[in-house]
């Protein structure tokens, strides 16, 4: 099908390697994607890492902090925790004033003492680890491990008084945002129109095709609702998108002249074990109606309801999602666990996707830093 095709290139899991390599692919591929998903599941290898490796040769894990302190992405909240290019910082900034002025349910209840105690600590410091916080500066204890020092630090976070810098693991290094954001970055709160463009445009680069459940989805407040829908129906009007005729894709729509139907080739076609938060897998009911690939992240189902395993990896081949495959890396033994797989039932394996297979499960276990499969 062409809108297969079309949404796996739009996401750069197409036959071609769209994005570069290393440090200046790992940019292309998050300022095209839009968001990396921020996760702390390790079983594998975590989220934001395995998006890009899945995309980019050479991609190295410390890619992501040599951008951050960079200034060239950051952190913050896209559907989820995610990195993001800082070319749209000013977008994130209606989440942090919501925040500043207190209309989020969350963070009612926080110390304002410890927000300006953590935030001179910052100021003065330059910068704050997260294991600084275990004990307050008047030494009366380990207040960060009893949570209020850590909802304050988080409200901070959420309001913009301070950014994260970088990660070790899942430690964080906290600064002043002038110390990160570059000079010019534009500081403007969108306007309602501006933030709806701005979600469109990301659907129609990132995805090619998308519905519009996907690019409703938890988009709150009515003014910004109506004014998706009413800029969808202007590029439908300009010819820039198309809805699809298709009743098993119900309101979704492509983007004309996209980057088209490309031809399979056998030689060079390779199996992708992709992170069950990958951008191209996240949007489930999507998933479902185009490629007819019915996925759920199981981890979160008690073991005894499980029916594929605890963290299955889709397998992506020639376009079609044929199945799941649950693994479990061993750092310290530097081993890769394939504890099942499951291939879709209608679909048959031949003997090039299973030496792909094998390929794609050794370059896993190398990226997990493990020298044995098991």
């Not at 994005?19 to 839009?34: I, R, V, W």
């Not at 003065?124 to 500066?137: A, M, N, P, Y």
């Not at 799941?324 to 499951?342: E, G, P, Q």
Request: charged share 25%; glycine share 8%; aromatic share 10%.
């Amino acid at each position: 099908m062409r809108w297969r095709e079309l949404a796996l290139a739009s996401q750069g899991l197409g036959p071609r390697k769209r994005f570069g390599k290393g440090l200046a692919g790992t940019l292309a591929a998050l300022e095209h994607l839009g968001y990396v998903q921020i996760d702390t599941l390790s079983v594998v290898e975590r989220a934001h890492h395995h998006v890009l490796w899945s995309r980019v040769p050479g991609y190295c894990l410390p890619h992501l902090n040599q951008l951050s302190s960079a200034g060239k992405i950051f952190e913050y909240w896209f559907h989820a925790a995610a990195y993001l290019p800082m070319r749209d910082y000013r977008f994130a900034l209606p989440r942090m004033l919501s925040f500043r002025r207190g209309e989020s349910p969350y963070f009612q209840s926080v110390d304002k003492t410890l927000m300006a105690e953590i935030l001179a600590r910052v100021r003065g410091e330059g910068v704050l680890k997260t294991r600084d916080l275990k004990e307050s500066s008047k030494g009366k204890g380990l207040w960060w491990d009893h949570g209020p020092g850590r909802r304050a630090l988080d409200k901070l976070f959420m309001q913009g008084d301070v950014m994260i810098r970088e990660r070790n693991g899942m430690e964080k290094l906290y600064v002043l945002p002038e110390q990160l954001l570059p000079a010019g970055v534009n500081q403007q709160e969108p306007n309602t129109e501006e933030m709806a463009a701005y979600l469109l445009d990301n659907a129609m680069r990132a995805h090619g095709v998308f519905s519009l459940g996907q690019l409703l989805h938890l988009r709150t407040g009515k003014p910004l609702r109506n004014a998706l829908r009413e800029l969808l129906q202007a590029r439908l009007e300009q010819g820039a998108v198309q809805k699809l005729d298709d009743p098993a894709l119900p309101e979704t729509y492509a983007v004309v002249g996209g980057h088209g139907a490309t031809r399979r080739s056998q030689a060079g076609a390779e199996v992708r074990l992709l992170s069950p938060f990958d951008n191209g897998v996240i949007h489930r009911e999507r998933l479902l109606q185009m490629f007819n690939f019915e996925y759920r992240l199981e981890s979160y189902v008690p073991a005894t309801q499980r029916k594929y395993g605890y963290f299955c990896l889709p397998i992506l081949w020639q376009g079609h999602f044929v199945g799941r495959i649950d693994c479990k890396a061993d750092r310290a033994a530097a081993r890769l666990h394939v504890h099942s797989l499951h291939l879709e039932p209608d679909w048959a394996p031949d003997a090039l996707f299973q030496q792909r297979l094998q390929d794609a499960i050794s370059e896993l276990a190398r990226f997990c830093g493990c020298t044995a499969v098991q």
